[in-house]
């Protein structure tokens, strides 16, 4: 079981991208990772925390997306959604994205790890 992101592909600049993930509620209630969040890590860079949402619904953004992204989650009893909305993409937000949970995920970081998906922005 694990988290399971989708959504990412080729963009050219300007353009938008909706990223989806699967939080199964067995991974979520493990240690209260009631946040969830997306990762992003490009070639030759560290993993940077992009957007991460509270079970209450309180974001957080990385400075070089805000405005342009949009992180939001729908809570259900088996499983949990997120969603990231990128607007107005640029050729430095081409990296491989990777859904997120934990317990203080804006300042502590994420436990557990999906799968990346990669998005890519052409110029």
């Known amino acids: 079981v694990q988290l399971q992101a989708s959504g990412g592909g080729l963009v050219q600049t300007g353009g938008s991208l909706r990223l989806s993930c699967v939080a199964p509620?067995?991974?979520?209630?493990?240690?209260?990772?009631?946040?969830l969040g997306w990762y992003r890590q490009a070639p030759g860079k560290q993993r940077e925390l992009v957007a991460s949402?509270?079970?209450?619904?309180?974001?957080?953004?990385a400075d070089s997306v805000k405005g342009r992204f949009t992180i939001s989650r729908h809570n259900a009893n088996a499983k949990n959604m997120v969603y990231l909305q990128m607007n107005s993409l640029k050729p430095e937000d081409t990296a491989v994205y990777y859904c997120?949970?934990?317990?203080?995920?804006?300042?502590?970081?994420?436990?557990?790890w999906g799968q990346g998906t990669q998005v890519t922005v052409s110029s």
């Open positions: 997120a949970a934990g317990p203080n995920m804006a300042t502590i970081g994420a436990s557990s």
């Open positions: 509620r067995m991974i979520t209630s493990t240690y209260n990772m009631n946040d």
């Open positions: 949402i509270t079970s209450g619904g309180r974001t957080n953004y």
